[in-house]
């Protein structure tokens, strides 16, 4: 049981550049989500999804588009890469439901440099 | 002012020593509150979770809600080099769909020394 995979774990992008950062999951859950972290700031939702076919905006949405089509996956886009969204990104997973029972399960990251 | 608020630390301490781990919150329609433990260049995992007040206790691990206060805690016993990790906590209000928008605090870095 893999849990929550991420590609790629490091990427370099020069600014204007475009990417997708892409996340699957085989726990059949319904939830996932985007999180960037950075020093000082701590994880900060960027989008989320609660099923195929239904995305919405978390609190830093700006610069990145995301689609779900399955279950499995929730690819993130960068369209033009700026130095600002330097980061590293996390990709998380959990039943819908109550966060009480439902705990989030994470990715291991990707670690993004826009030059 | 953020909603959670997370001394970054470093934090170090011998190893057998009793760490405690603290986070305060502005709002109060948070009910759930989780601890969440990240070694370096992994995901963060659930170490433990509450809901609404009270303690709640898992091997050398006790986590405590003030909601009074809005003020929690997590402590940890005979403290060991492998607890060595960034240390976040998380709260969520009840949402009408996605429940798991959870607010994290920044971490706070614990080191123990052997």
């Known amino acids: 049981n893999a849990g929550v995979t991420q590609t790629p774990k490091f990427q370099v992008l020069k600014t204007g550049q475009s990417m997708t950062l892409q996340c699957a999951q085989d726990?059949?859950?319904?939830?996932m989500s985007w999180y960037r972290q950075d020093p000082g700031m701590g994880l900060r939702l960027i989008h989320y999804?609660?099923?195929?076919?239904?995305?919405d905006q978390g609190e830093v949405p700006n610069g990145y588009n995301v689609s779900r089509s399955t279950t499995e996956d929730f690819p993130l886009r960068l369209l033009s890469a700026a130095p600002s969204q330097t980061s590293v990104y996390f990709c998380?997973?959990?039943?819908?439901?109550?966060?009480?029972?439902?705990?989030?399960?994470f990715g291991n990251g990707t670690r993004l440099t826009v030059t | 002012q953020k909603e959670v608020e997370q001394d970054p630390g470093p934090l170090s301490v011998p190893e057998g020593a009793i760490v405690s781990l603290n986070c305060t919150y502005s709002?109060?329609?948070?009910?759930?509150f989780m601890w969440y433990r990240q070694y370096s260049r992994k995901g963060p995992e659930l170490l433990m979770y509450?809901?609404?007040?009270g303690n709640k206790e898992d091997g050398r691990f006790t986590a405590q809600v003030d909601k009074s206060s809005k003020y929690i805690s997590l402590f940890i016993r005979d403290s060991q080099p492998s607890d060595s990790a960034t240390y976040l906590c998380?709260?969520?209000?009840?949402?009408?769909?996605?429940?798991?928008?959870?607010?994290f605090g920044t971490g706070t870095l614990l080191a123990v020394q052997p």
């Open positions: 709002n109060s329609a948070f009910q759930y």
């Open positions: 999804s609660v099923g195929a076919g239904i995305t």
């Open positions: 509450t809901y609404s007040s």
């Open positions: 998380a709260m969520s209000a009840r949402y009408g769909g996605a429940t798991n928008k959870l607010i």
């Open positions: 998380a997973s959990s039943y819908v439901g109550s966060s009480y029972n439902s705990p989030l399960h």
């Open positions: 726990m059949n859950h319904e939830y």
